[in-house]
């Protein structure tokens, strides 16, 4: 009779183990699914914030400036910036996500390039309807 008992605590205890590791892993793939997304909404967010400063000085007129800051919520992360004007774009790279938003305007270069990538705060200028980045 006790020995009966023992083999049944045992597959209890070993049913209840294997129902844990099958909800830890449900757990490990709803978080790792939970970072990819918010990398993605961080990538959208940065985005859209500096197509913002852009499109703000594009339609302010000619003269106009204004710092062009990177988004400080992020700081000591690495993500990339480019300015893609040919495409009306701005394309943030942020982890293992890229979004992509529209810009207002085509005109838009750092003084040498069409394309050019923003890797720091900078100054943004309206000059002749044009907008310079740096």
């Known amino acids: 009779m006790r020995a009966q008992s023992s083999i049944e605590f045992l597959f209890c205890t070993g049913l209840a183990m294997a129902v844990m590791v099958i909800a830890m892993l449900f757990y490990y793939q709803a978080q790792s699914e939970a970072a990819v997304l918010g990398e993605y909404v961080e990538s959208q ?7 913002m400063q852009i499109s703000a000085i594009v339609s302010a007129g000619s003269g106009t400036q204004a710092a062009l800051h990177r988004p400080q919520a992020l700081a000591g992360q690495n993500y990339t910036v480019l300015v893609a004007p ?11 996500q890229t979004a ?14 069409s394309s050019f990538y923003i890797s720091q705060d900078t100054l943004i200028r309206n000059e002749d309807g044009g907008v310079v980045v740096g």
């Open 100 to 113: 992509s938003c529209m810009l207002a305007t085509t005109n838009v270069s750092n003084g040498t390039h």
């Open 86 to 96: 040919e495409n009306h774009s701005v394309v943030v790279e942020f982890g293992r």
């Open 45 to 51: 967010r940065i985005c859209h914030e500096i197509a």
